[in-house]
């Protein structure tokens, strides 16, 4: 292995990793291997993106026949088959009349690029005031100017000051006295939507408003799921007032809460969908947002020979993204994967709320085959409990995700129960052993 130093690798604490690498070599159906051939579980699908497992021999042998037939395509100007293949069973797999498909290369680009059409939506309507966007506190949209300014994880907004001057934010909808240990979509907390209405619009004006912007399901801030009636209650508010649902589904697209999205899910039809990281398996970088024909419709407008939208990217439709992604939503069709998340969503549930008691756990959240198991934070050092019960079960062999200091797991939907099993025993061991060794110094 050659030296470290010439990486700076992201969201990384880089010195400290470059002391003690955690190397991957290889990787195959629900595991990992490092260099010395030790497994490691994959409890979070790689980054949330790997769910039909490593090394799917469909999609490796798609993407090895596409780069001997055509390796690079524009999408400037020109086309290819396999680009308007997958817009077309995207948009048959998308809810309502969710039918146009824009490419992107990964979710932070998607939810600028759905920001970029909302403005142009209202531009080419005779409404280009409207530029003010609404996301939400603790909600992640990727790390463009656009979707850093819309977010709203603190650690974030803290590190890039300079961000869109015309954006709010609502409440998140965490309520820890009603949700600590929630199974499923908490109770308590429709009203929570109402703040749009009540706070929001009448400061800056519903037709200013260009658009609200949420996760289905806030994934990467420690799985937060929406209160019983929630959405519902903010696609009313934004049909009352005229302005476009935009739903983040880079976590919660294809198949993670046990349906092909969260739309779906939660029976809540927005004006945009934003995907990534599933639609490849992760075998290749896509991202993308699909929108409404009204949206689509509105934005046909000037010259034929000129373009409707000023925004793109070289790498739009790549053709071996293409390969792969068709491939995969075969696989995720002829296997069934989907249902196979639902059938296995009660059993991950009760598992990994077996560690409700455990020293330190505050919270358990969970829906589908995503979950969230949050520790105490030690006084005056927010997140290193968490950090330290990453590193923890690594040394057990289990990969997990540590935002803060919620624990993270999404399973491959490959897993079966005896993969779930070891990963919560890994999980609670790792929590045990950290909270015995709680006051050492970092």
Not at 61 to 76: G, H, K
Request: glycine share 12%; proline share 6%; with cysteine.
């Amino acid at each position: 292995m050659g030296k470290l130093d010439a990486l700076w690798m992201p969201y990384t604490g880089n010195r400290e990793f470059k002391r003690a690498p955690r190397l991957i070599a290889r990787a195959e159906g629900v595991n990992y291997f490092t260099p010395e051939g030790r497994p490691i579980l994959d409890g979070i699908s790689g980054l949330w993106c790997v769910s039909g497992g490593h090394a799917r021999k469909p999609i490796i042998e798609a993407m090895e026949r596409q780069m001997r037939t055509l390796d690079f395509a524009s999408s400037f100007q020109f086309g290819h088959e396999s680009g308007f293949e997958l817009a077309e069973r995207i948009a048959a797999l998308a809810p309502g009349p969710l039918n146009r498909v824009f490419f992107t290369n990964s979710g932070s680009e998607s939810c600028d690029t759905a920001l970029k059409i909302a403005l142009a939506y209202w531009r080419a309507r005779g409404e280009g005031h409207r530029s003010v966007f609404v996301g939400r506190e603790r909600g992640f949209h990727g790390v463009g100017f656009g979707g850093l300014s819309v977010g709203g994880m603190t650690a974030n907004r803290r590190a890039f000051p300079s961000m869109f001057s015309r954006v709010d934010h609502l409440r998140h909808t965490y309520l820890p006295e009603h949700h600590a240990f929630a199974r499923g979509q908490p109770q308590e907390g429709a009203y929570l939507a109402d703040e749009l209405e009540e706070r929001i619009l009448p400061l800056h004006d519903p037709s200013n408003v260009a658009a609200v912007i949420v996760e289905p399901v806030s994934g990467s801030t420690g799985v937060l799921v929406p209160p019983v009636g929630y959405l519902e209650r903010l696609r009313e508010i934004c049909d009352r007032h005229g302005i476009l649902l935009i739903f983040d589904e880079v976590i919660t697209g294809f198949g993670r809460t046990g349906a092909m999205f969260g739309a779906e899910r939660f029976g809540v039809v927005p004006d945009m969908i934003c995907f990534a990281k599933c639609v490849t398996n992760g075998a290749a970088p896509m991202g993308g947002v699909i929108v409404s024909d009204q949206v689509y419709e509105t934005c046909m407008v000037g010259p034929e020979h000129a373009a409707e939208l000023m925004h793109g990217y070289t790498y739009s439709a790549h053709p071996l993204s293409c390969a792969a992604a068709i491939a995969n939503l075969d696989l995720i069709a002829g296997e069934g994967l989907v249902e196979r998340v639902r059938e296995l969503a009660p059993y991950f549930e009760e598992r990994v709320h077996s560690l409700k008691g455990e020293p330190g756990v505050i919270s358990i959240r969970n829906i589908g085959l995503a979950a969230a198991v949050e520790l105490a934070p030690e006084p005056g050092r927010p997140g290193l409990r968490g950090h330290r019960a990453l590193l923890r079960c690594f040394e057990l062999g289990l990969l997990t995700r540590a935002p803060g200091d919620a624990l993270l797991l999404a399973p491959p939907f490959i897993s079966e129960r005896s993969d779930i099993d070891r990963a919560v025993d890994m999980l609670g061991r790792a929590i045990r052993d950290v909270a015995g060794g709680a006051d050492d110094e970092a």
